[in-house]
């Protein structure tokens, strides 16, 4: 079930309304048994590989608090090894198979692992880390274990966030199923507006991006330089605008029954350095990443060479986390280089970014600076096989600049798609200095976003980007 289709809407509706009806005690039950129909709308055997892992875990948690010194340990690794053994099956056996078997033929090997067709559970690296957040932090001490079976499993399942994120602590979602939420006019009201923004960023802007780049894409060999530029300029806002409109539905639900869900995107792209963009770009999963390896690595608290190793351990570690593909490590691991190059810029010069951002000339200079990198990165993310990205860069080094851009684009499109990356564009960066008042406006709001939803959506129920990851 995705988002933006009309089976969710019924579905929200139906929960949203029952779950107000219904007696406090019983509506983590509702809850529980509607994440459950959600998740097995894509494929119903899931739910019990899903299932396995949270009785796994549950267990794991309580014998985490009763047990200390090396019993404690061996809990959390089975914990861990768990999920990270689900993940690895299901997501990563073909991945390392596959460069297996090929080095074993080139070296004359006798060594052969079969190779599995096995279909990648929808959002099962989301769901892995957010229960391996949880007993991690049962680990530490800094969350209690959860006797509640059915409010732990729902933690891992709570629909709005199940498939693709954010990805939740304990200690913000847990405790928030046992609180009694009211009806409350004004909260509805902008955990709607943001659903509808969500929906506005998915079906009116990044799939219709989408009807840019994907024809670009897919026959890169007729691309001149200036189409490749614009494709890849406009997947920079198609996969932004994907996410954080996936985002921007889930928290707004939430919201809607009175759950307060972490905020995953903050304007990306404006962003004046790569940290500065990781500070603003899948915040869950960065600070995943920085909370449970990096500051376990040793962080910035070790000599400059093995901080720089603890960044590009994570990074490529993130990359891989996005998808059992080389494409994704090379992703990753170009996003470490650029954050080790800014480091080493700032340590030679220590003053050049401070002198430089002190003008407004300087400051946007680091920002479009900031998006060529990150543009440039995304390509190895959208494209998956070596020769293709070999194709890529050759008809953008040596193909005509000046080949009309109708072989892969629409006009009417291209102008439309321009027009509405402006405006988000705008959107982001003066939203925090307009204040409007979103409740009074209300009706306003939301009538002229279904609106524009309506006569300019692209309804072709177009999955969400990170639904493979």
């Known amino acids: ?19 107000f009806l219904l007696a406090h005690k019983y509506r983590w039950a509702l809850l529980l048994a509607a994440s459950c129909y959600f998740y097995m709308a894509f494929v119903p055997i899931y739910l019990g590989i899903l299932g396995l892992t949270i009785v796994i875990d549950y267990f794991a948690g309580i014998y985490l608090e009763r047990f200390q010194g090396g019993a404690k340990k061996i809990f959390l690794g089975c914990s861990l090894l768990a999920n990270l053994g689900v993940l690895a099956i299901f997501k990563y056996y073909f991945f390392f198979t596959d460069n297996f078997n090929f080095l074993a033929s080139y070296f004359s090997i006798p060594i052969h692992f079969p190779v599995l067709n096995i279909l990648l559970p929808i ?10 957040s949880y007993t991690i932090e049962v680990y530490r001490g800094k969350q209690k274990a959860e006797r509640n079976f059915g409010i732990y499993s729902l933690y891992v399942m709570f629909y709005p966030q199940l498939v693709a994120g954010p990805i939740e602590r304990p200690q913000n979602l847990i405790h928030q199923f046992y609180e009694k939420h009211v009806w409350d006019s004004d909260r509805v009201k902008l955990g709607l507006l943001q659903m509808m923004q969500g929906f506005f960023k998915k079906v009116v802007i990044a799939d219709r991006l989408a ?22 300029i406009f997947y920079s806002f198609q996969i932004y605008c994907d996410f954080s409109g ?9 919201k809607v029954m009175g759950f307060k869900l972490m905020n995953n995107f903050n304007a ?18 960065s600070t995943w990443f920085k909370d449970y390896v990096y500051f376990s690595l040793g962080g910035n608290r070790v ?38 190059m800014g480091l080493t810029l700032n340590r030679i010069f220590p003053n050049l970014a401070a002198d430089e951002q002190k003008s407004a000339a300087g400051v946007w200079m680091y920002r479009l600076f900031t998006f060529l990198l990150v543009t440039i990165a995304w390509v ?14 050759g008809q953008l080094t040596h193909g005509s600049i000046l080949d009309p851009i109708s072989l892969a684009f629409n006009t009417n499109e291209l102008l439309f798609s321009i027009l509405l990356i402006v ?12 204040k409007v008042d979103s409740v009074k406006l209300f009706w306003p709001i939301i009538s002229g976003l279904a609106f524009l939803i309506y006569f300019f959506g692209v309804f072709n129920l177009k999955q969400f980007i990170y639904f493979q990851f």
């Open 246 to 254: 996936y985002s921007d539905i889930a928290i707004g639900a939430s």
């Open 423 to 434: 405006g988000l564009y705008l959107y982001d960066f003066k939203r925090d200095k307009i």
């Open 268 to 285: 990306p792209y404006t962003a004046k350095s790569i940290p500065d963009f990781w500070r603003r770009w899948h915040i869950s999963l």
């Open 1 to 19: 079930m995705v988002f933006n289709s009309l089976h969710f809407l019924v579905f929200f509706g139906i929960v949203t309304s029952a779950y």
């Open 303 to 340: 000599s400059v060479p093995r901080w720089y190793i603890n960044i590009m351990i994570v990074f490529i570690l993130s990359g891989f986390w996005h998808g059992a593909s080389w494409n994704f490590v090379i992703w990753g691991a170009l996003h470490g280089l650029f954050q080790l």
């Open 380 to 393: 190895f993310f959208r494209i998956p096989k070596f020769g293709d990205i070999q194709m890529y860069f």
């Open 123 to 132: 959002g099962l690296s989301f769901h892995t880390f957010q229960a391996m």
């Open 211 to 232: 009807m840019v780049v994907d024809p670009a894409y897919a026959n890169l060999s007729h691309q001149s330089s200036l189409n490749l530029i614009i494709a890849s």
